[in-house]
């Protein structure tokens, strides 16, 4: 037997969660399918920040190219610097929408979900522990100026570092810091599913095992069960098996999949209320003394090729080793919780998120590929394609060039 809804939205994810709330404010019904349990993989597991934009891409930029900066001339590494910001504007311009908005969602989002979901602001300090990370992060900080980005933070030196943090080691070589929000992960995945549901989407445990189609438009999506969903829309927010999903439908969106993981650890006083990122790691404070550490591998994350979510030793020890030796006396801390998923990116770790209509289907479309930051792009995601789908598939004037570098092009005929 089948069943009728307006949109069925496949993943119960932070995306696919956010997608139906945000229909559901339009009065759009949906009904999420979901083979586990909301936020059962990597969005209950994520730091759950929303970081300055410019800063987030810029940085992670400037770790994936430092090994290569010793073999580059000043006016090449110039170059390839704004090479990069320039090809990540996209990315920046949907971190914008949903950075700006945050706060007052949040109050909105939590009254309609019934649920705290541990909101904080707090400053999030970028600690150069060598003379050339800290020459790469003040030239960062000043081509983030240079491109009209005024706002957040600015340069700190060793000694006002010491004075916010009197444990850090001592020969750290200054930082930037910008501004950063934080949630619980959970729960802020629990508050959207159960806001949607209160609006009239409801949630289905089932594992979705391919379409059915009339022309260009699906028409149901099938169960393991055998039963038949009928749909008028379909969202597929499958993060790292968007893959197989979109293979479902004639062509495979390329995906990479990389592994995460982190520790969480109670100290016993609370840690400064302030985030710390290196080259090498980040600690992330949370609420009843407890932090969040994860430490960054060569390679960061971890590249899988079979689905491979199992937590490695290795990774809890160097997270541990990463962390007492920014913070010596950390180790007097207890770890409550070594966690981890795993993430969808494009090809080659690049940060090209996939946000809007399937090219070849008229009432398909895809979010995907957000990488590490599922919940930076959470609401940017969940409102563009509520506002996408409302339209027939139109985007909006204002940000309809911005959707168009999101396209899912690469699903068109040849190019899966």
């Known amino acids: 037997m089948a069943t009728k809804n307006e949109v069925i939205i496949v993943g119960a994810g932070v995306s696919g969660c956010s997608i139906a709330y945000h229909l559901a404010r339009r009065g759009i019904t ?33 770790v994936s190219t430092e090994s290569v900066i010793p073999m580059l001339t000043g006016a090449e590494f110039e170059d390839l610097r704004a090479q990069m910001l320039e090809e990540r504007q996209s990315m920046i311009d949907l971190h914008w929408i949903g950075y700006h908005r945050l706060p007052e969602a949040i109050l909105e989002l939590q009254e309609r979900g019934g649920i705290d979901v541990k909101y904080r602001e707090f400053p999030f300090f970028r600690i150069a522990l060598s003379e050339e990370v800290a020459k790469l992060y003040k030239e960062s900080l000043s081509a983030i100026r240079s491109a009209g980005y005024e706002e957040g933070g600015d340069w700190l030196e060793p000694d006002e570092l010491k004075t916010i943090f009197p444990n850090i080691n001592p020969q750290i070589k200054g930082g930037m810091w910008f501004p950063v929000f934080k949630v619980e992960p959970y729960k802020y995945t629990l508050c959207l599913a159960q806001a949607a549901e209160k609006m009239g989407c409801t949630i289905r445990s089932g594992e979705v095992v391919g379409f059915n189609s009339k022309g260009t438009r699906v028409t149901s999506v099938v169960l393991a069960s055998g039963a038949k969903v009928e749909a008028d829309e379909v969202v597929l927010a499958t993060g790292p098996w968007t893959g197989q999903s979109t293979s479902w439908l004639g062509n495979e969106l390329p995906v990479e999949v990389h592994k995460e993981q982190c520790v969480r650890v109670e100290l016993p006083r609370p840690f400064p209320p302030y985030g710390i990122w290196t080259t090498r790691g980040a600690i992330i404070p949370e609420y009843d003394n407890k932090v969040v550490i994860l430490h960054s591998f060569e390679g960061w994350p971890d590249l899988v090729t079979n689905f491979d979510s199992s937590l490695t030793e290795q990774s809890r020890l160097s997270a541990i080793e990463m962390a007492t030796n920014l913070f010596p006396g950390i180790e007097k801390g207890t770890v409550v919780e070594h966690r981890g998923d795993l993430e969808c990116w494009a090809p080659g770790m690049e940060m090209q998120a996939v946000l809007g209509r399937h090219p070849e289907w008229d009432n398909v479309y895809v979010a995907s590929r957000f990488n590490t930051f599922g919940f930076a792009l959470s609401l940017a995601a969940g409102q563009l394609m509520a506002e996408l789908i409302a339209r027939g598939g139109q985007a909006p004037y204002r940000v309809k060039k911005l959707l168009e570098a999101l396209s899912p092009v690469e699903l068109k005929a040849g190019k899966g």
């Open 30 to 62: 949906s009904q999420i399918i979901e083979r586990e349990s909301i936020a059962n993989r990597a969005s209950g597991k994520a730091w759950a920040i929303w970081e300055y934009p410019p800063s987030v891409c810029l940085a992670l930029s400037l």
